[in-house]
């Protein structure tokens, strides 16, 4: 008969396992309200005014105060918009200047599409450095300009802001962060920081190239070259621990930026670095765990795990085979159908691996179980896809497109996101029915998705000046495969099939591709 004591420790184990479950997603709602709350008043304090120049969505930030003030023109780099920018925007408002940031021409909320030959100064670019004239002129009419002013430009931008203090010699000071502009000379633009991540090697030899060209071959990172008062000065500071798109949060690079213009303008505010970095980890973390306990309140759509179950043998040539076919089929295809910077090809790529990976399952699938158990809920298949895209929608997409990049789409971006997710859903059916069932093994997941980014490297490689800009996409894409990879793991073990976070994987995926790809013209 049992004892009182051992009851009381039986029940106490079989209660562990719940009461951390509540633990932990108690410890996400937390993460998720702090992040939340601590990125809503990112801007306490601050006066926050929303503009339009022209078509351009223009937003100035300053601190409150009546007094003119130099002006700072904020820009973003490729694939961004101007939510990206606000870490420069606030920690410059805070520090007594009036900054502008706005919306390139393609980008974002920009109605207006790029228009020119992207690979030609005098194309795209051209309109980018004109674009930025009309916010320059527009910035320093505002009631507390003073007329004094500086551009800071973001990777893409950072050559545009280069060209733009070339050809006006009255900018005070440029800030190139990421830079990569192949018009620097030794004596312009006037006053030059450039601003690169710890963690972006090719961009830290050109950032002491370019700092080079005045102070000569031995520059070094973090000195001050030249003199401020006749526009000679030149430094170039890598910011530690961090990337391409890091770099925009670091305290060190808000930190630089401001203290270079308090130099160039013998200023002494010193508004403290945005610190929304650690927010956002906070929030979509809290938000990640949030999901994992939602995907319980999916339906079952089938009794048993559905998916091809092949162990490493089949799994080996299937992940492979299209990863190296892929880039040889789409080597010659055209590309510009679609007005997206290698969009186009983008879809293609998933469409083709997609088909390639859906052949190899049909004609392998009498060389090993599958599993395909019966009865198919179609009506639970449908509520799960479509609870889960809408909280995709809502809990994630809605908190980016609020604090880090503009992820609600215009009216042209509309018919992008149809054609995106016609080209990526059959790569993320056939990746999921291969990667599950009974028997799949461990690491299935993470195979495919290496074999896919690598099967878009060869591609580059194939056809680097056609598809340069997909270097700028594959980080994103690993990003997004890795958040995404552990939602729909979940949906699969609460589902049991591979449909329901295939097709919210493509549709999530199609929308994420077709709002942030800068929306060209002819």
């Known amino acids: 008969m049992p004892t009182r004591g051992s009851l009381r420790t039986g029940w106490s184990q079989s209660r562990v396992p719940s009461v951390l479950r509540w633990l932990v997603l108690a410890a996400g709602c937390l993460a998720a309200a702090i992040g939340l709350w601590q990125l809503a008043h990112a801007t306490a304090g601050l006066s926050v005014?929303?503009?339009?120049?022209?078509?351009?969505?223009?937003?100035?930030?300053?601190?409150?105060?009546?007094?003119?003030?130099?002006?700072?023109?904020?820009?973003?780099?490729?694939?961004?918009?101007?939510?990206?920018?606000?870490?420069?925007?606030?920690?410059l408002a805070r520090s007594g200047y009036l900054a502008v940031t706005y919306d390139l021409l393609g980008h974002g909320r920009n109605p207006l599409p790029l228009s020119g030959d992207v690979t030609r100064a005098e194309g795209a670019t051209a309109n980018l450095v004109a674009e930025l004239g009309r916010v320059a002129a527009f910035a320093r009419a505002?009631?507390?300009?003073?007329?004094?002013?500086?551009?800071?430009?973001?990777?893409?931008?950072?050559?545009?802001?280069?060209?733009?203090?070339?050809?006006?010699?009255?900018?005070?000071?440029?800030?190139?962060?990421?830079?990569?502009?192949?018009?620097?000379?030794?004596?312009?633009?006037?006053?030059?920081?450039?601003?690169?991540?710890?963690w972006e090697p090719g961009l830290r030899a050109e950032a002491l190239r370019a700092v080079g060209l005045a102070a000569g071959p031995g520059a070094e990172?973090?000195?001050?070259?030249?003199?401020?008062?006749?526009?000679?000065?030149?430094?170039?500071?890598?910011?530690?621990?961090?990337e391409h798109v890091g770099v925009l949060y670091s305290g060190e690079s808000l930190a630089e930026a401001r203290d270079w213009l308090n130099l160039v303008w013998n200023r002494a505010d010193e508004g403290a670095p945005d610190a929304r970095g650690l927010a956002i980890v906070l929030l979509f973390l809290g938000l990640f765990i949030i999901a994992r306990f939602a995907t319980a309140l999916l339906p079952r759509v089938v009794a048993r795990a559905a998916g091809s179950g092949h162990g490493w043998r089949l799994l080996l040539p299937l992940g492979l085979a299209p990863a190296l076919l892929a880039p040889l089929l789409l080597w010659k295809a055209p590309v510009g159908f679609l007005p997206v910077p290698v969009g186009d090809y983008l879809a293609m790529h998933f469409?083709?691996?997609?088909?390639?990976?859906?052949?190899?399952?049909?004609?392998?699938?009498?060389?090993?179980?599958?599993?395909?158990?019966?009865?198919?809920?179609r009506s639970g298949m449908l509520a799960g896809i479509a609870a889960a895209t809408l909280f995709g929608l809502i809990a994630i997409y809605w908190p980016i497109d609020l604090f880090v990049t503009s992820f609600v789409?215009?009216?042209?971006?509309?018919?992008?996101?149809?054609?995106?997710?016609?080209?990526?859903?059959?790569?993320?059916?056939?990746?999921?029915?291969?990667?599950?069932?009974?028997?799949?093994?461990?690491?299935?997941?993470?195979?495919?998705?290496?074999?896919?980014?690598?099967?878009?490297?060869?591609a580059i490689a194939l056809n680097l000046e056609e598809l340069f800009f997909l270097i700028i996409i594959v980080p994103v894409i690993l990003v997004f495969f890795a958040l995404f990879g552990m939602l729909s793991s979940r949906i699969y073990a609460r589902t049991n099939h591979p449909f329901v976070g295939a097709v919210t994987n493509a549709l999530l995926f199609g929308w994420a591709i077709a709002v942030t790809f800068p929306i060209l013209g002819s």
């Open 49 to 91: 005014t929303r503009s339009a120049v022209g078509d351009t969505p223009v937003t100035v930030f300053s601190d409150g105060g009546d007094t003119v003030r130099p002006v700072v023109i904020i820009a973003h780099g490729f694939a961004g918009s101007q939510q990206l920018m606000q870490p420069f925007a606030v920690t």
């Open 142 to 198: 505002l009631p507390l300009s003073d007329g004094r002013l500086a551009v800071l430009g973001h990777s893409m931008a950072s050559d545009i802001v280069v060209r733009f203090a070339l050809a006006e010699t009255d900018v005070a000071a440029t800030i190139a962060v990421s830079m990569f502009s192949p018009v620097v000379t030794a004596t312009a633009p006037g006053n030059l920081l450039v601003i690169v991540g710890a």
């Open 221 to 242: 990172e973090g000195v001050t070259y030249g003199k401020v008062s006749d526009g000679s000065a030149r430094r170039a500071v890598f910011a530690d621990h961090v």
């Open 351 to 377: 469409l083709v691996y997609g088909l390639l990976t859906a052949a190899g399952l049909w004609f392998l699938s009498g060389m090993a179980p599958g599993s395909q158990p019966t009865p198919v809920s």
């Open 409 to 458: 789409p215009t009216g042209m971006r509309l018919p992008l996101i149809l054609a995106m997710t016609a080209g990526l859903l059959p790569y993320f059916i056939a990746d999921e029915w291969l990667t599950r069932g009974e028997g799949a093994p461990r690491g299935a997941y993470l195979f495919t998705k290496l074999c896919f980014l690598g099967s878009l490297a060869m």
